[in-house]
């Protein structure tokens, strides 16, 4: 098994949808980090696993100064933005998701049936 990692800073701005009174829930931005986890039995022709350029342009072409909101149809949290990017990239099986310094999500897929 062969893998490989991306380590992606983009900007972003969002705003929440929650059930209790929240700062987060106004519109707000954040200079998040984002690292992409990839993995695969064989390589590709070209030797790898998946082109670090195109996960870069992935995940900067998708957030990269956007509004979340107008990108996805949920509720724009860490968690669910770190499952959706890792929805995204081809052979992806881990996304951790800092959104602010001490503030990080960790999506892992447990499904290994998409390699």
């Not at 987060?24 to 690292?35: F, I, K, M, S, Y």
């Not at 064989?42 to 990269?64: A, C, P, R, W």
């Not at 996304?95 to 049936?113: L, M, P, W």
Request: aromatic share 10%; hydrophobic share 35%.
């Amino acid at each position: 098994m062969f893998y490989v990692s991306k380590r992606i800073e983009i900007a972003y701005a969002h705003q929440l949808k929650l059930d209790y009174e929240s700062k987060c829930t106004h519109l707000h931005g954040h200079n998040a980090v984002v690292t992409v986890y990839c993995k695969a039995k064989e390589l590709d022709h070209n030797g790898m696993v998946v082109d670090f350029k195109k996960v870069k342009d992935i995940v900067q072409g998708k957030l990269d100064h956007r509004f979340a909101n107008d990108v996805v149809n949920f509720n724009t949290t860490a968690e669910n933005l770190a499952k959706w990017i890792c929805d995204q990239v081809p052979h992806c099986y881990k996304v951790s998701f800092q959104e602010s310094e001490g503030n990080i999500a960790v999506y892992i897929k447990e499904d290994d049936d998409a390699l």
